[in-house]
């Protein structure tokens, strides 16, 4: 029997520890894509769990540098008024 793997809180992560972690995962996509079309697999299950381990990866990356986006205008704004109000 196969060992499971542990599941990984992405929301708990900072960007820079994604990065190896959407690397991983396209990796692994790419390797099991490759390994079915040769062959080597005739289960396609563990292929869409990679697809959708992938796919979570990319929207929380998405997610977050969204947010810092609007951290960053926040604070531009706040900081660029130099006292006119706008009409």
């Known amino acids: 029997m196969k060992?499971?793997?542990e599941k990984v809180d992405?929301?708990?992560l900072a960007l820079t520890e994604l990065?190896?972690?959407l690397k991983e995962a396209k990796q692994k996509v790419a390797k099991l894509r490759l390994?079915?079309?040769?062959?080597g697999?005739?289960?396609c299950r563990?292929?869409?769990f990679a697809k959708r381990d992938l796919a979570r990866v990319l929207t929380i990356i998405a997610m977050k540098?969204?947010?810092?986006q609007k951290q960053?205008?926040?604070v531009s704004e706040e900081g660029g008024t130099s006292g006119r109000e706008k009409p």
């Open 3 to 5: 060992k499971k793997e």
């Open 10 to 12: 992405y929301h708990k």
């Open 19 to 21: 990065q190896p972690k």
């Open 35 to 39: 390994e079915i079309m040769g062959g």
């Open 41 to 43: 697999i005739k289960n």
């Open 46 to 48: 563990g292929l869409r």
């Open 65 to 68: 540098q969204k947010q810092e």
């Open 72 to 74: 960053k205008d926040s």
